[in-house]
């Protein structure tokens, strides 16, 4: 059981991240050693999934239908970036390991988790502790979240967001 002074419980509220509000930009390094800026890719879609941890089964498998799917997000103009707080040079040797086409960001400091609101606190076997939850956010050309996916559910998600974007 938690109390209201827990890590999570303190950590910022960003009333902001709703659809129709403009996204948070930042600044990230992906795999292969270049700095993303969210604001440059302003004048086409960009999608941002968030995802706990390299090399484990769901986050695996998010990687490569979102991989899988990237000549249709490619069609639509569209970028789409996973982001957790591993190290770039363990996104590498994941993306390697499973063939992987996806860009990936690496917020190590954890600073766009907290303002993206996905560091949470969760549970698992009866312990609590901090982390990213699934979360993916839909951005559109103008820069403004068009739409938000907490809590995801891995199977059938990339076709779900690939949907969602055909329809800006």
């Known amino acids: 059981m938690t109390t209201p002074d827990t890590a999570a419980d303190t950590a910022p509220e960003i009333a902001s991240l709703t659809p129709g509000a403009m996204a948070p930009d930042f600044t990230l390094?992906?795999?292969g050693g270049e700095n993303v800026h969210l604001q440059a890719l302003r004048g086409k879609p960009v999608v941002l999934y968030f995802y706990p941890k390299d090399d484990t089964p769901g986050c695996t498998l998010e990687a490569q239908d979102f991989t899988r799917l990237l000549p249709d997000f490619a069609a639509l103009g569209a970028t789409v970036f996973g982001i957790s707080k591993d190290s770039v040079k363990k996104h590498e040797k994941f993306c390697k390991k499973?063939?992987?086409g996806i860009a990936l960001l690496s917020d190590e400091g954890g600073?766009?988790?907290e303002t993206y609101g996905v560091w949470k606190e969760k549970q698992?076997?009866?312990k609590t502790y901090l982390g990213i939850e699934r979360t993916t956010v839909l951005i559109d050309a103008t820069g403004k979240i068009?739409?938000?996916?907490?809590k995801v559910s891995v199977t059938g998600h990339a076709e779900d967001v690939l949907a969602a974007t055909k329809e800006l």
């Open 124 to 126: 698992m076997y009866g």
């Open 29 to 31: 390094p992906r795999d």
């Open 98 to 100: 499973h063939g992987l």
């Open 146 to 150: 068009a739409r938000i996916w907490p």
């Open 111 to 113: 600073q766009v988790c």
